[in-house]
């Protein structure tokens, strides 16, 4: 039998542990805990020690809207993103506050900055406030991890932790890297590179994969050397790039993973005044606006990025609503968008 998502046959969440209990643990009265933890009153050093070590050991969470909500949930919606600079999480949040919005939810986002220490905070400030549902794009499997455990309906969005029990909203990378790369070998390009800044996560690793996938059904070399993996917020991208370009001449095509490195492939192009496509073809994971204006246009692998938002807000409202059953992945297909900054090989 399949395992339930949030309920049914599946793993009982674990019970909220309470401030007395807390207490109870650091052996000292309910009044003196609460003091200690939300440090506000005298409390001796070695107690206020003793009551955030047992709150640890108990796992406990703090939960702000108690007295006003009366232990139920809140009609608040939970937001976890790893860039608010990056467009894609833009995209991505209006498509989940439209359709919160519309079902009488609010949406509080939080950018975790990439950091699983940061998304496990930003999941512990969701189950403090009794956020009814949480959607995020993972980082690693704690925070994910944490909000299953208390029984808070999660869905994922773009990325998968492995975490079971909670649903997904993805978009099938490799497929869509495998056509932007074939489409790159159709024109006659051998010495192809790709750039990317992850290969932690399934969206980079299935980028990557579709790569391989298209130079192994053409009958093309790989070439390890062709592979920058820039890791994740490089301090300086574009300085890599043009360290990666030194170092491999003759490269006549470039796949970038995403916005952000396809931004300072682009930039070091420009820079050293290469011609696009004569000189160097270009094609990015990511389709946003400067890729339609910049001359030639980039060509791309178009994310249906707003409508990811909306489809995962549905599938968590369902669960809020009360549906069970076992957990639900919907992956949705990219479409590759040919512009000018891809031509035959010269």
Known sequence: MGRDAHGGKGKRARPRVTLREVAEEAGTSRSTASRALAGHGYVAAGVKEQVEAAAVRLGYVPDVSARSLKGRSSGLVGLLVSDLRNQFYALLAAGVEQTLAAAGHQMVLVDDHGSDKQALEGARAFLSMRAAGVLLAPVGRSATGLLVEHGTPVVEVDRRSGVRGCDAVTIDSERGAREAVSHLLELGHRRIAVVLDETMWDTGMGRLKGYRAAHREAGVPLSRRLVLDLGLRPADPQGDVAAFLDANPGITAVFAANNVVAEAVWQEL?????????????????????????????????????????????????????????????????????????????
């Open 270 to 346: 420009q820079r050293r005044g290469c011609a696009v496509p004569e000189d160097c073809s270009v094609v990015s994971f990511d389709d946003l606006t400067w890729m339609r204006i910049v001359e030639p246009g980039l060509s791309a692998v178009r994310q249906p990025v707003y409508e990811m938002g909306s489809r995962a807000a549905a599938l968590l409202l369902e669960r809020i609503s009360g549906e069970r059953g076992r957990a639900r992945t919907h992956t949705l297909e990219p479409e590759l968008v040919r512009r000018g900054s891809t031509g035959p090989c010269s």
